[in-house]
């Protein structure tokens, strides 16, 4: 199985602030990585494919880069929606395998 | 739109059998893999499996395999999760989602089905 691992677990910050989120494959998957993030109580939400491709909805302060092993998740300027969890997700091989998570938080 | 709505909350005990249900709507619900992904309490999410709705070809994490039975019936656009001896382990939060291909990611997901197996 393709470990994913993702840092930091745990980020504090602020309104307005720029936030980068790391997640790092076991191996190569080229650019099958996607990024979520979640909030308490709801089911969680597709932000990036692909890599860097942000989806249909999603604003723009959110970027997406990397391939191969490394991944970043980028937020600009964090809004007051913005604090939840975030997940990334590698879809290049099964068993499909997710990062451990990492919980943003109002600082 | 798509939109994927699963059954409602289960409560069952140790050792009996449980089937939930992830109805799709909007177009195209046959075209691509649908997967079933867990999320315990408090913890991260994990995949299940998933199938192929043109052929129903199933593909499980080792880690589920032979515990879970994934299903479908294309005739009324509903996909299945099955236990036939639930653990209390298996308490948690279950989500049925949709890619539309290879690199498109999770693009849906159900509300998700909270199962809580209890003595």
């Known amino acids: 199985d393709i470990q994913m691992t993702q840092s930091p677990s745990s980020l504090s910050a602020s309104v307005g602030d720029r936030v980068t989120i790391t997640c790092r494959a076991s191996?190569?998957?080229?650019?099958?990585l996607n990024w979520y993030h979640q909030k308490p109580g709801k089911a969680p939400r597709l932000l990036v494919h692909?890599?860097?491709i942000l989806q249909s909805g999603v604003p723009s302060r959110f970027s997406g880069t990397g391939s191969g092993t490394d991944f970043t998740l980028t937020i600009s300027s964090l809004q007051p929606e913005d604090f939840a969890t975030y997940y990334c997700?590698?879809?290049?091989?099964?068993?499909?395998?997710f990062g451990q998570g990492t919980k943003l938080q109002i600082k | 739109e798509v939109q994927l709505v699963q059954s409602g909350a289960e409560v069952k005990k140790p050792g009996e059998s449980l089937r939930i249900s992830c109805q799709g709507s909007?177009?195209?619900?046959?075209?691509?893999?649908i997967s079933w992904v867990r999320q315990m309490p408090g913890k991260g999410l994990e995949w299940m499996g998933r199938?192929?709705?043109?052929?129903?070809?199933?593909n499980y994490s080792p880690s589920f395999q032979g515990h879970v039975t994934i299903s479908i019936d294309k005739s009324i656009s509903t996909a299945y999760l099955q236990w036939g001896s639930l653990k209390a382990s298996d308490t948690a939060m279950y989500y049925c989602?949709?890619?539309?291909?290879?690199?498109?990611?999770?693009?849906?997901w159900g509300q998700g089905t909270l199962v809580t197996v209890s003595s």
């Open positions: 191996q190569s998957i080229s650019t099958y």
């Open positions: 199938i192929a709705p043109t052929d129903s070809y199933t």
């Open positions: 692909a890599a860097s």
């Open positions: 997700e590698q879809s290049y091989s099964t068993p499909v395998t």
């Open positions: 909007g177009n195209n619900f046959n075209s691509f893999y």
């Open positions: 989602v949709r890619q539309t291909d290879a690199e498109s990611g999770f693009i849906y």
